[in-house]
């Protein structure tokens, strides 16, 4: 994927190439979806329609997540096997004890009591995780995951400093690692360095953790710039550096094609937005390594050549299989609205990286592809559920970043449209106020975890009501 190529193949699109109702985006031209500037003064987000509901539930929530033991009691899928999809993970940040203390962290100014549910979960999870023999350690999983939590903690009642200690050297250890086994095999699988389990997501945390981690983080920044930068040669010809020898999941229904020969992965959890991110993170910051502009502009070129347009504008498949990514056409696909996956994930991703990087078309592409989200129907948007990951909570969240800019206007009917579905679809029945749909399972799961669960939604109704953040949560999620 050098930036020469993915020029090239943006140029090269033929809209001949995709379905009729679907175009490529625009190479040259913004703003070509909408009459709507993207540039310009930024207005005053509006304010919250269900402000005071929002944050009623958001405290119903919490209250039921306070108690670990009753939480790992109640969590998980009434009648399955702890080895079932989606399984409560009581270690980790994603779905487990570390996420929740996270939102009890948050609220810790308010309500002190929290800060000792916050402690609570977190020496469940550290307890824990001294007796798992082999932890994931990625930023949404255990070791990396604690290790974030504990942080949230700091910044809220302080401490932690020698726990902090020990987790931040195993995860700059394993960063190590992952980076030198992407040296010694320039083709793998999109875990060694995506958000959730790879060097996008460790590298968050490093960044977040200072100069105390800067050597490792510099490691991490340069690995993903040569993976961005390169094109490796294999048996089946020249692919980019980013490119994952398998499918996205195990499970996945794909074309010949990618089950043969990978896939390109677009989305912000496991493709190439999430690289971005990170390296437009780090830039705003003041942390900068030799080719990170041109590793941000190589993987945008990417972005854009894959992007599609339909009457509403600019949108992304989950991934680009091989024949897609040579001939650089769009890759259609239904609309969706979530974080591990298609826009608003990427837009957030792109527009972190205009700022950054100083690049107003870049944004532009952001803001004509949150343009687009919005004005689809959401009953287009294919949310799963009502969490992060790829449901309801998680495009609340997302769109908070652009409730203040150029399409603002837009983005706030849809941000009360969504609490709107939170506060309908809340069950006071279940033990945390949804049901998970599960495969195999008439009832749903119950659980209470960050990615699908009642933590993540009470964070995201948080931040909807109250504006502000109190702790930078979402830079789990790589998007801030």
Do not use: K
Not at 48 to 63: F, K, M, Q, S, Y
Not at 81 to 93: M, R
Not at 168 to 175: E, I, N, T
Not at 216 to 244: E, S, Y
């Amino acid at each position: 994927m050098n930036p020469t190529e993915s020029r090239s193949a943006v140029r090269q699109v033929n809209p001949t190439d995709a379905t009729s109702a679907v175009r490529p985006y625009p190479a040259d031209v913004t703003n070509a979806v909408s009459p709507e500037p993207s540039t310009g003064p930024r207005a005053a987000a509006a304010t919250p329609r269900h402000r005071d509901a929002a944050r009623e539930l958001a405290a119903r929530l919490t209250e039921r997540l306070l108690d670990p033991a009753e939480v790992a009691a109640r969590a998980g899928v009434p009648g399955a096997p702890a080895s079932a999809p989606l399984a409560w993970n009581p270690v980790s940040l994603g779905r487990g004890h570390a996420g929740i203390s996270v939102l009890c962290s948050s609220r810790a100014a308010e309500h002190p009591g929290h800060a000792v549910a916050a402690h609570r979960h977190l020496g469940r999870a550290a307890d824990l995780l001294r007796r798992t023999r082999r932890p994931s350690y990625g930023v949404i999983g255990d070791v990396t995951g604690l290790a974030f939590a504990m942080d949230m903690a700091r910044r809220a009642t302080g401490g932690y400093q020698g726990a902090l200690a020990s987790l931040d050297q195993a995860v700059s250890q394993h960063a190590l690692r992952l980076c030198r086994l992407i040296e010694e095999q320039p083709i793998g699988g999109m875990a060694r360095y995506d958000a959730v389990e790879g060097l996008a997501g460790i590298g968050r945390h490093l960044l977040l953790r200072g100069e105390a981690l800067r050597a490792p983080l510099t490691d991490v920044l340069t690995t993903l710039v040569r993976m961005a930068g390169r094109t490796v040669p294999t048996p089946a010809g020249p692919l980019p550096g980013l490119w994952c020898d398998g499918p996205p999941s195990a499970t996945a229904r794909v074309p010949s094609d990618v089950a043969a020969h990978g896939h390109l992965n677009l989305g912000l959890a496991h493709g190439i937005s999430g690289p971005l991110a990170l390296l437009s993170l780090a830039r705003r910051q003041g942390v900068a390594v030799d080719g990170q502009y041109l590793a941000a502009r190589t993987v945008v070129a990417a972005l854009r050549g894959a992007a599609y347009t339909d009457e509403y504008g600019p949108g992304w498949a989950d991934y680009a299989s091989r024949e897609q990514w040579r001939r650089g056409t769009p890759v259609p696909a239904p609309r969706r609205a979530a974080w591990c996956y298609a826009a608003p994930g990427i837009a957030r991703a792109l527009q972190l990286a205009g700022d950054a990087f100083g690049e107003p078309s870049w944004t532009a592409l952001a803001e004509d592809a949150v343009r687009a989200v919005v004005r689809a129907p959401i009953a287009q948007w294919r949310l799963r559920d009502e969490g992060l990951c790829h449901g309801v909570a998680g495009a609340l969240a997302l769109l908070r970043h652009f409730a203040d800019g150029p399409v603002g206007g837009l983005v706030a009917p849809a941000r009360d449209a969504l609490v709107e579905r939170l506060l309908a679809a809340f069950d006071p029945e279940r033990p945390f106020g949804y049901a998970v749909p599960v495969r195999g399972s008439d009832t749903g799961g119950d659980y209470p975890g960050l990615l699908e669960g009642a933590a993540g939604i009470a964070l995201a109704l948080n931040d909807y009501a109250d504006r502000e953040p109190s702790l930078p949560w979402d830079a789990a999620l790589l998007v801030a």
